[in-house]
């Protein structure tokens, strides 16, 4: 007992000493935290969470915009509800902001129309070839979800539909192709 103690003493003063590195999505966050909190105070903030359940004291609120605390993904929601903006307004950089953006995990930057389009769940990432871009369709909303920019419901079974039609017509055009040779 008086080992297992010690150890956890230990282990506390060395996460004490230890300096806290947010990423570059967790800096993004308590950017746009900062801004769309405006003249709102902590302490206002603070109750307005708490009446969602999500407690975070007004020290804890502080901490987030300086960048010395996470925001968890319940918080994230929480307060997207409070500023009356859907998550991804709180994890990516306004429009305006900046012209490439690199989110956490990416490995390297892409324009912010691009990860703007990714996250509203328009196109990939990365891929830009045919196979990437269905796929991603396909799999960037549950079946029957209406997808961003449309009148209609697409489902996985029109979308595979539309891709086995816009097969059928490219293997038409690549047979016209050979016998014009």
Known sequence: MILVSSCLICTVYAMAGK???LGPTGRTVAENI???RGSTSYAELSRWLAD?????????LRRIEAGERRVDVDELLALA?????NPNALLFPPADDE???EPTGAGRGQSLERVWDWADGRRPFWRDDEHGITSFVLHARPPGRQF???DTDLTVEHLQELARTLE????????RSDGDD
């Open 19 to 21: 300096e806290f590195d």
């Open 148 to 150: 961003p920019g449309t």
């Open 34 to 36: 900062r801004r769309l």
């Open 168 to 175: 059928n017509m490219t293997k038409q055009l690549g047979k």
């Open 81 to 85: 509800l409070i500023f009356d903006v």
């Open 99 to 101: 012209t490439e953006y």
């Open 52 to 60: 969602r359940k999500r407690f975070i004291p007004p020290l804890g």
